[in-house]
């Protein structure tokens, strides 16, 4: 809502400068965005009268000015302008003047004819023929104002405004309007304010002599009012309505229309005028719209209706959207002589399904959608017709259409000042209390509060206290600690390993990530999923912003792989990723609509290899208290499939890791190995021993025996290690693999894998025939695959 | 005898003045000291002696001893002084060559800010609550009191699934299933992503970050809000931080408000960072509507309480002077690596 303070002030009088009043508002609850002094932009120009206007010695098509600016001597400035005489009034920029759009004017000289200065066109001035309709668009702003040489422009023209920006929130329609923050600000300061005059004198045919009005939807229409004007007489505005509406942002047009915007603004009730000369027959109707109806709109553009659609109709066809816009066949015209007011009121969700149906949200759309007061439009309507009589723009008649469909009895709420300093832990008295309500034009009988009509968001006995707590001043609440009950927060045993693992995976020197939860569906091609792959069937957006961000993945692997590449392709040398990341899944549960799983997924390039990177996993695996944990080679989906394992602990999957396919990083533009794997947190957190058993210190020394074996190229290290810890049993403490060995001491399709063990019991020192037993025992294991002692 | 031991002591300390290697110091030591030394050749000479002389001499012996042991010592001693301060003279390193990179990883800025919130208010006895991010329309707005067709939604622009569930636009979502599931005294934080069908730019993203905040039990007030969050915004920002309460309208509280701090890097003067306004809008907050709380079953006339909302990304690029919210969600690694 953009309020202009001239027009506050025709209320109500402000004491303080604008930067104050809009602090001030801000606190008791009308939140102040931006303040913008009009013809701020305008400086050092100044209302000058031409004395005399010469030709130019040089130059036909220039003329040389005399010009009286107030000053000792007159200036003399030259123009190209032809709308120029002696006599007339004009703005005039000053040396050193600026001007919108930040042009600065200097003296100079043209055509060898000192200039100092510059006479302005509207345009020059930002302004244009809608705000002053006497001037022309291409020529000096000959000023009709009541002005005098010397006189500032911003004040001559009325620019001596500010336009003050409210940010309204959804549940307060009613400050929309002048007189809702006139309203306000007289209870912000505690000072009076003063309604505007509705009296009409009338006169004219009575209103049933034109028209007759029937509601088909009571529900969709709780009230429609009208009233007729004869003897219209088009023309503009005066200054100071047009003035007013240009600060509040709307376009001067015409007196009739300028009253319909100027009401809409002063109340808050969207007005609109038909020209009676084109309605078809007596009777409007407010109806829903028929199968295939249509209407062109005011803006030009014909629009197909739904019967859920209210339109205003004449015997024939409909001449207005309901609650949103006019049809262009019935708008007033120049030469419209007779005018009929609509102050109506309708539902608010069926005028926000219609204008998001059309895509049309119009000013006064976007007021009816909040829910208007039925109340308004009689006090709205009667400032209309006293407009124009003040205006002399017709003669009102007499009578007005009324259709009531809504329940006026006003709201009770008792008023229980004790709850509201309990609630609010304030100590503010009964007769500040009341104070407040009234200014607010609550009324308080018998102990209890009745509401204003307007005000349909108070209901609760909360709601009273929200009103005296942000007159009383927010800032004058005391700030306490909360009594009750003592509870021990903290993070659940979950939370704290998701901590544990970024923890350990930053440690790694891995940097963790945040992606969008949705994708484009094509990533799923991109990371080679084949047509039928279940991680297709995603939950689906049904209004997305556009292709890429239209489902919710059920992978996180094509977010690492967007990041992965987009650092690629930055250059970047390295990097070494983590996503603590959600997945969704289709699936409903018994309380969500979908299934949403968290992964730890993980990515990098240039940073190490394939070992390198498992050895990652293994650090953090251990460090995370997952004992017994394999690599299994299993291809996976977008892996290199030689390169490819599923981590698993007895029979539960904890996830997968291994080098992605190139053909997958092909779709990604990435020409380096990339390693990934993506772990299921859940299976992590269930395989985690997390309550830590301290083991004694060894007391007895340790044996180290190293162990060279030799078998086929084709039995995966693995089975060997097996082999060994089964052989040694509780008393290897250690073993590393430190070689494995191809080449011609071997003979062809062999390999030789070394391995140190450290050996050690924990009651005794190991003797040397205990030890060589144990490597008897592993070597006899050995020959389950064909593995021998490497001799 | 005594004239001998005086001519080896003499010849003994001559000889150590001059000294200048190891080897030549053992050398001195085996002449004189030794087995076989000069020493232990006059000693070897005691037998000749008369029994009165004998003890005199011996005395006298010992001591040219003791005398030479010691100065042997010393030498010896300075000997490795000179040789240590020779090996560290060699050893020394140009300390300003670069170390050998450990690289560690870091946080992502959202996660740090998050963590920080979250552990501040854990010390005020919240827990950490989460919940679907693909909600039921019902938790996300009807039970929040936002009816379907409510104005209020259209503030919020969201994605739907289908008529009855979306992508949820705030964490407010998580208060109805905290309320529904456990009964006061409740205090929960909830974190977590909501999403808005908002346009990428560099204050928008469809996908964004928000900490709701949870507090109902017996007698909770309107100052209790602010002191809580007074005490928040302390000590996420210091001790002198100067907040500030302004109403506000959020249909699932009131009274509501928004929080302000002043502005940390103007102190109120004024600034780009503030826009010229001194203050800087943080979170929203108000006491639970009696309608939500009577939608969850929880009676309004025997509890109440107070909730509060804040953008996470917000407070990040506040903290970190971070301008453009995309690099959030770019994930580049001079971005990650500031962290």
């Known amino acids: 809502m953009r309020l202009s303070l001239k027009w506050l002030s025709d209320y109500i009088k402000i004491e303080v400068i604008p930067k104050r009043f809009s602090e001030d508002m801000t606190m008791s609850g009308s939140k102040v965005e931006t303040i913008e002094q009009l013809g701020q932009d305008i400086h050092n120009v100044v209302v000058g009268k031409i004395l005399s206007v010469e030709p130019h010695p040089d130059a036909d098509k220039l003329v040389v000015c005399q010009v009286d600016v107030g000053q000792a001597a007159a200036l003399q400035i030259v123009t190209g302008a032809k709308n120029v005489s002696a006599g007339d009034m004009v703005p005039v920029a000053l040396d050193g003047a600026s ?32 705000d002053f309709p006497y001037a022309i668009e291409d020529g000096i702003f000959l000023l009709e104002e009541p002005c005098k040489p010397g006189d500032d422009i911003c004040k001559a023209l009325g620019l001596d405004d500010f336009a003050i920006e409210f940010e309204i929130t959804p549940n307060r329609q009613d400050c929309l309007s002048v007189l809702g923050l006139a309203r306000e600000t007289s209870a912000t300061y505690q000072i009076p304010f003063a309604m ?232 503010i008295s009964e007769e500040t209390m009341r104070k407040i309500l009234l200014s607010l034009e609550f009324k308080i009988e018998d102990g209890k509060i009745i509401v204003p009509s307007w005000r349909q968001d108070v209901e609760h006995k909360a709601d009273i206290a929200e009103e005296i707590a942000r007159m009383y001043g927010y800032d004058k609440i005391p700030s306490t600690l909360m009594n009750g009950a003592v509870t021990v927060g903290g993070l659940t045993p979950a939370q704290e390993f998701e901590e544990k693992i970024a923890a350990a995976l930053v440690a790694q020197g891995m940097n963790e990530i945040v992606t969008y939860s949705f994708i484009s569906p094509k990533y799923y091609d991109k990371i080679g999923l084949p047509p039928d792959a279940v991680r297709r069937n995603s939950v689906v957006i049904r209004n997305p912003l556009g292709e890429d961000t239209s489902v919710m993945r059920t992978t996180a692997l094509p977010s690492m792989l967007e990041v992965l590449a987009r650092n690629y392709k930055n250059r970047n040398k390295a990097a070494s ?55 299994q080679a299993v291809p996976a989906l977008s892996y290199h499939p030689g390169r490819c394992a599923y981590i698993k602990k007895g029979n539960v999957l904890l996830g997968v890791m291994g080098e992605i396919h190139p053909k997958v990083l092909r779709n990604y533009g990435i020409d380096t190995p990339v390693l990934a794997a993506e772990l299921d947190f859940a299976a992590l957190l269930a395989g985690a021993e997390t309550q830590v058993q301290f083991k004694p210190l060894p007391r007895f020394p340790a044996v180290t025996r190293d162990l060279a074996l030799v078998c086929d190229e084709s039995v995966p290290v693995a089975q060997l290690e097996l082999r060994i810890r089964r052989g040694a049993g509780a008393l290897l403490e250690e073993l590393r693999l430190f070689d494995v060995y191809r080449g011609e001491q071997l003979p062809s399709g062999k390999k030789s894998v070394a391995y140190a063990l450290v050996l050690r019991a924990e009651d005794r020192t190991l003797t040397d025939e205990e030890t060589d037993a144990v490597m008897q025992e592993i070597l006899k294991n050995m020959q389950e695959i064909g593995a021998a002692l490497r001799i | 005898m005594k004239e001998q031991l005086d001519a080896i002591r003499t010849a003994a300390h001559a000889a150590l003045e001059n000294v200048r290697s190891k080897q030549e110091l053992e050398e001195l030591r085996v002449r004189f000291l030794g087995k076989k030394g000069e020493l232990t050749g006059v000693l070897k000479q005691m037998g000749k002696l008369s029994a009165e002389e004998r003890p005199v001499i011996g005395q006298l012996a010992n001591e040219v001893r003791a005398e030479l042991e010691a100065h042997f010592a010393e030498c010896m001693n300075k000997m490795e002084e000179a040789a240590l301060e ?136 309107m100052s209790d809000l602010k002191g809580s969050l007074d005490v928040f915004a302390k000590a996420l920002y210091g001790e002198e931080t100067k907040t500030r309460f302004r109403p506000h309208h959020f249909p699932f509280t009131e009274p509501s408000a928004e929080m302000d701090v002043q502005c940390f890097a103007c102190h109120g003067e004024g600034c780009r960072l503030c826009k010229g306004e001194g203050w800087i809008e943080i979170l929203g907050a108000g006491m639970v509507h009696p309608k939500v709380l009577a939608e969850c079953d929880i009676d309004p006339e025997e509890y109440s309480g107070f909730a509060f909302g804040l953008g996470l990304e917000r407070i990040a690029m506040l903290r970190y002077n971070i301008t453009d919210m995309r690099l959030l969600f770019e994930n580049d690694m001079r971005f990650l690596n500031q962290f």
């Not at chain 1, 990723?577 to 309380?591: D, H, I, K, N, R």
């Not at chain 1, 993980?602 to 293994?618: A, Q, R, W």
């Open chain 1, 99 to 130: 001007l919108p759009g930040g042009k600065e004017i200097h003296a100079g000289q043209l055509r060898g004819v000192a200039s100092q200065g510059m006479m302005c066109s509207l345009g020059e001035l930002g302004l244009t023929v809608h």
């Open chain 1, 196 to 427: 505007p005059q509705t009296d009409v004198q009338g006169g004219g045919a009575d209103v049933s002599s034109f028209l007759h009005v029937q509601v088909e939807e009571p529900a969709l229409c709780p009230r429609y009012m009208a009233k007729t004007v004869t003897n219209v007489k088009i023309g503009p505005s005066p200054r100071w309505m047009r003035e007013r509406l240009r600060a509040s942002g709307v376009r001067p047009i015409n007196n009739i229309v300028d009253i319909t915007n100027f009401v809409m603004l002063e109340y808050g009730q969207p007005m609109h005028a038909f020209d009676y000369r084109l309605l078809e027959g007596q009777g409007i109707t407010v109806r829903c719209a028929r199968e295939g109806e249509e209407i062109v709109t005011l803006d030009g553009v014909r629009r197909s209706l739904k019967p859920s659609m209210l339109v205003i109709a004449d015997e024939v066809k409909p001449v207005a959207v309901a609650g949103i816009m006019g049809g262009e066949y019935s708008g007033i015209v120049d030469d419209t002589t007779t005018v009929v007011f609509e102050s109506a009121c309708f539902d608010g969700p069926s005028v926000r399904t219609t204008s998001r149906a059309l895509g049309l949200r119009t000013e006064s759309s976007g007021r009816f959608e909040k829910g208007l007061d039925p109340q308004n439009c009689l006090p709205a309507l009667l400032r209309a017709c006293h407009l124009v009589e003040q205006l002399g723009a017709g003669t009102v008649g007499d009578g007005m259409i009324d259709v009531r469909n809504f329940d006026d009895t006003p709201r009770e709420i008792p008023f229980d000042p004790a709850w509201i300093n309990q609630f609010l832990e304030t100590n």
């Open chain 1, 577 to 631: 990723l983590f996503e603590l990341a959600t997945v969704y899944m289709p699936q409903q549960t018994e309380t969500t609509p979908a299934t949403e799983k968290r992964m730890v997924m993980l990515g990098s390039y240039g940073t190490t290899d394939f070992f390198g990177f498992k050895g990652i996993l293994e650090s953090v695996l251990s460090y995370l208290g997952i004992q017994d944990f394999e690599f």
């Open chain 2, 86 to 221: 020779a090996r560290l003279q060699a050893e020394t390193l140009d300390v300003t060559m670069p170390g050998t990179p450990r690289p560690l990883g870091h946080r992502h800025p959202l996660a740090i800010v998050t963590n920080e919130i979250r552990d501040i208010f854990i010390g005020m006895g919240f827990s950490i609550a989460s919940g679907p991010e693909i909600e039921y329309d019902y938790y996300n707005f009807e039970a929040l009191n936002m009816p379907k067709n409510h104005s209020a939604r259209d503030t919020q622009d969201t994605f739907y699934i289908d008529d009855n569930v979306l992508l949820r636009t705030q964490t407010s979502s998580v208060q109805v299933r905290v309320m529904k599931q456990t009964k006061p005294p409740i205090r929960v934080v909830a974190p977590g992503r909501v999403y808005r069908s908002d346009e990428v730019d560099a204050t928008h993203s469809p996908m964004f970050h928000q900490m709701e905040g949870l507090v109902v039990d017996h007698g909770i007030t």
